[in-house]
C-alpha cells in the first residue's frame, strides 16, 4: 500500500444533505490529503453522488455501525496519520494546516484535536466548545502558549472531561492500530474510550482555536440514547480507572459525570425527584456550586409536578 501524510476518514449513512458540504470543507484545506469515505448502506442517492466523485476513495458496508465503519477505514488508509470528519460536520479553511504544523513540530504526537462550535439550526454557536470544560480550560489558560499545547500526560484531563469533538481529532495510524482502534461494543461514547486508550500511548496536542462546526443533537435527546450513554459511560470509567488509580481527585470528577449522566435519564422521564438524587450523590463525590444549582432547578420542578 502506498503511504501518504494524511487520510480523511468520513463514515456516512443516509447523509446526502449534509455530506458533500462536509467534503468540500476537506477540499478547500489546500492540503494533499486522501478522503476516504465509508458509506454504511446509505439508500438516499449517496452512493451515485459518491462514484461521481472522482477524487474520493470509498469503501462500502451494509449497517455495521460507524466503529467498525472507522476501524475498516483506518485498517485500509494510505496515510500516517487519520484525520476523523463526521459527515454533517464542517472544518474550518485553515484546520488542517494548524494541526499539521503542531503534528510537524511534535511527531511523537499520538493524536491532537482543536476547540469547536456546534451548529445550532445550521449556525454556529457564539459559544467555542472548550468553555463547557471547566477544569480543562483552567489547564489550557495556565499554559505559555495560548494558541497551541502539547501535554505528555493527558489521561487524567480526558478522563475527568470528555471535552474532544470527534471531527476535531489527528491521530498517528500506527496508534490508532496498537490500541485497536474504536471498541464496536459501545453504543455511545466509543470515541471517548478510544481518547483514553490513546492518551496512555504519548502526548496530546491542542491548537486552542474553534475550527470545527459541529451539528448538534445528531443523536436526538430520547430517554434510550440517554439511559445507553450512562451505561456506556460507567463502562468506560470502570475500564479505565486502574490507568488513574493513584489519582483519586480524577476519578471522583470520573463518575461524578457518570452521575450527572445518569440524571439526565431521570430528566428526560420528567422523573426530577430522580435527578435530584442522582446529582446528590455526584455533590457528596465532588462538592462544586455549579452543582447546587443544578440541584436547585431539579427540586423545584420536581416541587411543582408535585403541587
Known amino acids: 500500500m502506498n503511504t501518504c501524510k494524511l487520510t480523511v476518514v468520513i463514515p456516512t449513512y ?3 444533505s449534509t455530506l458533500p458540504k462536509a467534503v468540500e470543507t476537506v477540499r478547500r484545506q489546500g492540503q494533499a490529503v486522501e478522503i476516504l469515505v465509508v458509506d454504511d448502506g446509505s439508500e438516499d442517492g449517496t452512493q451515485a453522488w459518491l462514484q461521481a466523485q472522482a477524487d474520493l476513495r470509498v469503501i462500502r458496508t451494509e449497517r455495521v455501525g460507524v466503529s467498525v465503519a472507522r476501524n475498516l477505514a483506518i485498517e485500509q488508509a494510505c496515510g500516517e496519520l487519520i484525520a476523523f470528519l463526521d459527515a454533517d460536520d464542517y472544518w474550518h479553511p485553515e484546520k ?5 504544523a503542531l503534528h510537524d513540530a511534535n511527531p511523537q504526537l ?6 469547536y462550535r456546534f451548529l445550532i439550526d445550521d449556525q454556529p454557536s457564539a459559544l467555542r466548545c472548550f468553555c463547557f470544560w471547566p477544569g480543562f480550560t483552567r489547564r489550557l489558560s495556565a499554559c505559555g502558549d ?3 499545547q502539547v501535554f505528555p500526560d493527558f489521561l487524567s484531563a480526558v478522563y475527568r472531561e470528555n471535552m474532544i469533538g470527534t471531527s476535531t481529532v489527528i ?5 490508532l492500530l496498537a490500541v485497536g482502534g474504536l471498541d464496536p461494543q459501545f453504543r455511545s461514547a466509543s470515541d471517548w474510550d478510544l481518547w483514553l486508550k490513546l492518551a496512555r500511548q504519548g502526548p496530546v496536542g491542542v491548537v486552542n482555536q474553534p475550527l470545527c462546526d459541529y451539528t448538534f443533537g445528531r443523536v436526538g435527546a430520547i430517554s434510550g440514547n440517554h439511559e445507553r450513554r450512562a451505561a456506556a459511560m460507567k463502562q468506560i470509567l470502570d475500564r479505565h480507572a ?3 488509580r493513584m489519582q483519586p481527585l480524577t476519578l471522583l470528577a470520573g463518575y461524578q459525570r457518570w452521575f450527572s449522566a445518569t440524571a439526565d435519564c431521570y430528566r428526560a422521564r420528567r422523573a426530577f425527584g430522580g435527578a435530584v438524587l442522582r446529582e446528590l450523590m455526584g455533590f457528596c463525590l465532588k462538592p462544586d456550586w455549579p452543582r447546587l444549582k443544578v440541584i436547585s432547578g431539579d427540586t423545584l420542578r420536581w416541587l411543582s409536578l408535585r403541587s
Open 14 to 16: 443516509n447523509c446526502l
Open 96 to 100: 488542517l494546516m494548524h494541526q499539521l
Open 110 to 115: 499520538v493524536m491532537s484535536f482543536t476547540d
Open 146 to 148: 495560548p494558541q497551541s
Open 171 to 175: 491521530a498517528r495510524r500506527d496508534a
Open 242 to 244: 486502574a490507568s488513574v
